[in-house]
């Protein structure tokens, strides 16, 4: 059974930091792609970042040298790094797993920045 437990989620004021969490269990991040996503409410889910199984990385325009998504193959868990939070920021980020078509996805940590 594939579980993705997403953590590191609250609320942060505008320009702090904080580190989501993905641990994975039923799958390996060393043959799933890895990826962040979020949803802010009344707008549709969308990439944030995403890590292939060979380690290369991509990031939406507006996360750009902002977060960094990392992952512990060791420890099968991904990560989101998000320095300087906006309150535009603020959604429910979620942690998803893609292979061959298949995804599977987290439930989810609620990021809230203060202005």
């Known amino acids: 059974q594939v579980r993705l437990a997403e953590s590191g989620g609250g609320l942060v004021q505008d320009g702090g930091s904080l580190r989501l969490s993905c641990a994975a269990s039923?799958?390996?991040?060393?043959?799933?792609?890895m990826g962040w996503y979020r949803q802010a409410p009344g707008q549709q889910r969308e990439s944030v970042a995403s890590?292939?199984?060979?380690?290369?990385?991509k990031y939406a325009d507006s996360v750009k040298g902002r977060f960094t998504i990392s992952r512990d193959i060791g420890k099968n868990t991904g990560y989101l790094q998000m320095n300087s939070l906006k309150p535009e920021d603020t959604a429910v980020y979620y942690c998803g797993a893609t292979l061959l078509g298949s995804v599977y996805w987290g439930q989810g940590t609620q990021v809230t920045v203060s202005s």
């Open positions: 039923g799958l390996t991040f060393s043959i799933w792609d």
């Open positions: 890590i292939g199984r060979g380690g290369s990385t």
